[in-house]
């Protein structure tokens, strides 16, 4: 009796992933195990048999409800959840929403999450380089004259606009007395003189009213940065440092050349079906999903998730699961009534003469009918003529 | 093209199926087109792969699964 060898048991596993019975996460743990044991081939036959057994034995059966699996395997956790929206990450760094309420925001699709982040990573020649990330966290962050300045106010007396600068903010922004000077001039609206580190802006006008109105527009005027952007913070993670931001605006950001696109990514998930498309809007889905779930020590099976990102993203942009979403597009009137809006839904369907197919689970508990699931799914159909022998 | 967005982690592999390819598909999963998950023609992973898209085409999306290993997904090119 000989027993196989290495060589031979993966010639055995490679044949295995080819035929694509079972997954190849399967067949790999497989191939662990087995070199760890002196077998026959006649044993590796009967261990491959007994594996896929098992594994077809542990699939989903055709006519099982996943969805409503899903929903209670989702749902039921979320009962335990914290309803405190904000949570400080870090020491004194960004406040994010979790719990419950960051579940909702993802399941419903919303368009402007709360706490809206990024994590930029950047390329391997910039990375290690902190005087370099820090320029490159400056051309991020969104600085307007407002924030590097002590006050901007009207000096009524000569009718200008005085800005009183900070010089440590500047430094620390990255903006020269040039740069104000410059953006200053571009609007066409005065002349412009610097004394020191304050900044006079003679306008045009006389008018109080417009000076007001100019006053306004000079203090929101954006030095650099992306837009949305509202701090960064440089972290260290290994021996690389990584710029996390308040806000987010991942298309402007991938535009930066020094910024690795490969790892870059953001929470917001409308941004990234925008920037990278459907798929990578389903992975995200699912990556925060999960993560919401498991920073609260929940444990929900993944597939339960995928299920649901899978639905989200089925017509190839992100619709809610609520009744804007997955649940509004059901073509049973009755089920779209059982959900939200009764009235409406029934008055708009009879207003169309809609039909109702009763092919669904809802519809049919309504009525008082089987419903399809299970054994329920099956219809049999009798041939008389044997009966009758 | 070294910064394309089909790098980043979040992108799984897009691969647009010719007719014969699309067509076994169909036949293998006994399914018409309109019963596939959608992606619309506009999708940046679409564009990023610069080739030829028209409406109706099939494009098998090979993501790397946390369960399959690795999982193959078919999806439908809309307007």
């Known amino acids: 009796m000989s027993f196989l060898n290495d060589n031979e048991i993966d010639k055995e596993m490679n044949y295995l992933i080819e035929s ?81 309420p960051r579940l909702e925001e993802i399941l419903d699709a919303k368009k402007n999450p709360s706490t809206p982040m990024m994590e930029v990573y950047l390329k391997d020649d910039v990375k290690h380089d902190e005087e370099k990330v820090k ?101 260290k993670e290994g021996d690389e440092y990584v710029i996390s931001t308040d806000g987010s605006n991942l298309k402007d950001v991938l535009e930066i050349p020094e910024v690795d696109v490969k790892r870059t990514t953001t929470n917001h998930i409308g941004e990234i079906a925008e920037v990278l498309g459907i798929e990578a809007a389903r992975n995200a889905i699912i990556r925060e999903a999960v993560n919401v779930l498991e920073e609260q020590g929940l444990d929900v099976d993944i ?3 995928m299920l649901v990102a899978d639905l989200m993203t089925f017509d190839g942009y992100i619709s809610q699961i609520g009744r804007h979403g997955i649940s509004g597009k059901k073509p049973s009137v009755l089920a779209r009534a059982a959900f939200e809006k009764t009235v409406q839904n029934l008055f708009e369907a009879s207003v169309r003469g809609d039909f109702d197919e009763l092919k669904g689970i809802a519809e049919n508990v309504i009525i008082g ?12 159909l009798m041939e008389h003529s044997r009966k009758e022998e | ?69 690795e999982s193959v997904a078919y999806r439908a090119v809309i307007e």
Do not use: C, W
Not at chain 1, 369 to 380: A, D, R
């Open chain 2, 1 to 69: 093209m070294s910064d394309s967005i089909l790098d980043n982690i979040l992108v799984p592999k897009h691969v647009i199926l010719s007719e014969i390819e699309a067509n076994e598909v169909l036949e293998k999963l006994k399914v018409k087109p309109y019963q596939l998950p959608k992606i619309l023609i506009t999708d940046p992973a679409i564009k990023a792969l610069n080739q030829k898209v028209k409406v109706g085409d099939i494009v098998k999306i090979i993501r790397s699964s946390p369960t399959a290993g």
């Open chain 1, 369 to 380: 009918q089987t419903i399809p699931v299970g054994t329920g799914l099956i219809g049999l």
């Open chain 1, 20 to 100: 694509n019975v079972i997954p190849v996460t399967i067949v790999e743990q497989l191939r662990v195990k087995l070199k760890e044991l002196k077998i026959t081939r006649k044993e590796l036959k009967k261990v491959v048999e007994e594996v896929v057994r098992e594994y077809k034995n542990a699939l989903v059966e055709p006519g099982e409800a996943v969805g409503t699996v899903a929903a209670q395997s989702i749902g039921e956790p979320g009962t335990q959840m914290t309803l405190k929206t904000f949570h400080y990450a870090g020491a004194a760094e960004f406040n994010v929403t979790l719990g419950l």
């Open chain 1, 135 to 235: 320029q490159i966290s400056q051309r991020i962050e969104l600085t307007k004259i407002e924030s590097v300045a002590q006050s901007v106010e009207i000096d009524l007396a000569n009718m200008i606009i005085k800005i009183t600068l900070d010089p440590s903010l500047m430094e620390d922004k990255g903006v020269s007395y040039n740069d104000i000077k410059e953006k200053l001039e571009s609007l066409h609206k005065g002349d412009v003189t610097v004394e020191e580190n304050i900044i006079k802006f003679n306008p045009d006008t006389n008018d109080l009213a417009q000076l007001q109105q100019l006053l306004q527009k000079i203090q929101d005027l954006t030095l650099n940065g992306v837009k949305g952007i509202k701090r960064v913070v440089i972290r």
């Open chain 1, 303 to 305: 597939r339960h998730i």
